[in-house]
């Protein structure tokens, strides 16, 4: 069974900075595209941020590019994602995914940007 579990989101002001993390099991890690998608309240899903399994080839959506780095260590099974300069807009669930499966997605962490 796919278990996915992100951490690391919380309160932060406008041009804050926040590291998620996200703790995979059941299937095999390493060898797994990922992404980290959010959905704001009243919006859709968005995927921020992708990273092919060896992590040598990544995607941002235009509205994060330049201030998010995905990442991983596929030696602890966990995907990263480093949000510096944080927006109000950026303020959302955030959850990671299998690349090919958004519907693996975890429980979420919130990131909430506000002054």
């Known amino acids: 069974e796919v278990q996915l579990v992100e951490s690391g989101g919380g309160l932060v002001q406008p041009g804050g900075s926040l590291r998620l993390s996200c703790v995979a099991s059941?299937?095999?890690?390493?060898?797994?595209?990922m992404s980290w998608v959010r959905q704001a309240p009243g919006k859709g899903l968005e995927r921020v941020s992708a990273?092919?399994?060896?992590?040598?080839?990544?995607y941002y959506a235009d509205s994060v590019k330049g201030r998010f780095t995905i990442s991983r260590d596929n030696t602890k099974n966990t995907l990263y994602l480093q949000m510096n300069t944080l927006k109000p807009e950026d303020s959302a669930m955030y959850y990671c995914?299998?690349?090919?499966?958004?519907?693996?997605r975890g429980q979420g962490t919130q990131v909430t940007v506000s002054s």
């Open positions: 995914a299998k690349y090919s499966d958004i519907a693996s």
């Open positions: 059941g299937f095999a890690f390493s060898g797994s595209s």
């Open positions: 990273i092919d399994s060896g992590g040598g080839r990544t």
